[in-house]
């Protein structure tokens, strides 16, 4: 009966469009005050609980530095870099622009600072050399959702965070899953771009290759100075997110010197607008959590999970359409900390290892990033590159199958994703 009342005024509100943190926290209070009969200023309490963790501190570090590169000119350095090394070759802008989309998410952890860093670069640049529209809008918006993948990666600290997992072993499985994706993406590129004929013609002398080198080694050097920190056990990863900032400020400032100094109020603003609404929506969802463990919702569903479903892969086809679905309807935040503690007792009674599933998790809700009606990626683009979004939906189409294929992939060969945690980590 409890279980009922707090799904239906959870589902009302929701129809009634209210604010996904506001409905968290006011199912939880409904719970309290007529359910539980406790003060409602027991919330207060949950709300604060749920903050209270050191790992949060990463996020609005991470934010900061992302913002920090895209209007900055580390972004624009890393793809002169990977211009000197791929460009001569066949489809060699539509490659450069994919390498540097991942390493540029081995530093911001941001799909969308990504999509706008690396974006609003390469697009001129392509549409230049006479890569197709579409193929070139739907190349970058796709290729900057490896941002939240390639760690570090802001969604995958809140998924160890309510899951309880380590942070490093997180960010350490989502690297072969990215690279196997990036390479996806550029086999792609270079069959388009053999079969229409692309081929840049990006020819750099020796001189001028080594000047590229050296501007690019400050950019280059900060996911070995982040991941290596993390991996070699100098600093935690939210140290890394502040030292990421430091880092990203020194060598804006005082090495480019292209980031006027007037631009960092914006940047600290919307930084701090950004993480203070991540931050009030999982205060409100940790305080659904606490709701849903006290009425032992998750283990409830498990049971009738397990007894509809004997075969774990089958439960994992099951989970991945679902997935799918509520990464193109809800926000990555929500669909992180509601969804993910829900199957925490379903996952362990298919003994499905919750780095596995995390990896899963992240990778559906990057193709939820391509998918409308709330594709968050298709908005930024639309933002950048001055396009429609019927026009930026139908330029993504084939780079969502290619997602899609990658993704069953990474589900039935969790290999990928727990390779190296246990090889390095465990």
């Keep these: ?76 350095r890393l793809v002169g870099v990977m211009k000197l090394f791929v460009g001569r070759f066949t489809g060699g802008l539509a490659l450069a622009s994919v390498l540097a989309c991942m390493v540029f998410a081995a530093i911001s952890g941001s799909s969308p600072a990504t999509v706008i860093a690396i974006g609003s670069i390469m697009m001129p640049a392509l549409i230049k050399e006479g890569y197709g529209n579409r193929f070139s809008i739907g190349l970058l918006t796709s290729s900057g959702s490896l941002g939240i993948l390639i760690p570090p990666s802001i969604p995958m600290i809140l998924y160890a965070l309510v899951m309880n997992v380590s942070v490093a072993e997180i960010f350490m499985a989502g690297f072969l899953p990215g690279i196997f994706i990036g390479c996806s993406l550029m086999g792609y590129s270079y069959y388009m771009a053999r079969k229409h004929g692309w081929r840049s013609q990006v020819h750099y002398s020796f001189k001028e290759g080594l000047k590229i080198i050296k501007d690019g080694l400050w950019a280059l050097f900060l996911p070995v100075l982040v991941l290596g920190g993390i991996y070699g056990g100098i600093f935690t990863p939210t140290e890394a997110a502040a030292v990421s900032v430091v880092y990203a400020l020194f060598v804006e400032l005082f090495i480019y010197k292209e980031l006027k100094i007037g631009k960092l109020f914006n940047i600290c603003r919307d930084s701090a607008i950004l993480s203070g609404c991540l931050l009030f929506i999982l205060s409100c969802a940790m305080s659904f959590i606490w709701l849903l ?3 032992q919702i998750p283990i409830k569903l498990a049971e009738a999970i397990v007894s509809n479903i004997q075969n774990k892969w089958l439960f994992l086809l099951a989970i991945n359409g679902v997935l799918l679905i509520i990464g ?66 139908k330029s993504i189409l084939p780079f969502i199958l290619l997602f899609l294929g990658c993704l069953v992939i990474i589900t039935y060969v969790p290999q990928l994703s727990t390779l190296l945690p246990k090889l390095l980590l465990r």
Excluded: W
């Design 1 to 76: 009966m409890t279980l009922t009342i707090v799904l239906i005024c959870f589902f009302i509100l929701l129809t009634l469009s209210m604010p996904i943190a506001l409905l968290l926290a006011a199912t939880t209070a409904i719970y309290l005050i007529f359910i539980a009969h406790v003060p409602v200023t027991s919330l207060i309490q949950q709300l604060f609980n749920g903050l209270d963790n050191f790992v949060l501190l990463g996020v609005p570090f991470f934010i900061l530095a992302g913002n920090i590169m895209a209007e900055g000119a580390i972004s624009d």
């Design 293 to 295: 463990t006290v009425e």
């Design 328 to 393: 193109a309807l809800m926000d990555i935040v929500t669909a992180i900390i509601v969804i993910s503690p829900i199957l925490v007792e379903t996952l362990s009674r298919y003994d499905i290892d919750f780095i596995h599933y995390g990896i899963i998790m992240i990778v559906n809700i990057e193709c939820g990033f391509l998918t409308p009606p709330f594709g968050l990626n298709l908005f930024v683009a639309m933002a950048i590159m001055k396009r429609s979004l019927v026009e930026i939906g």
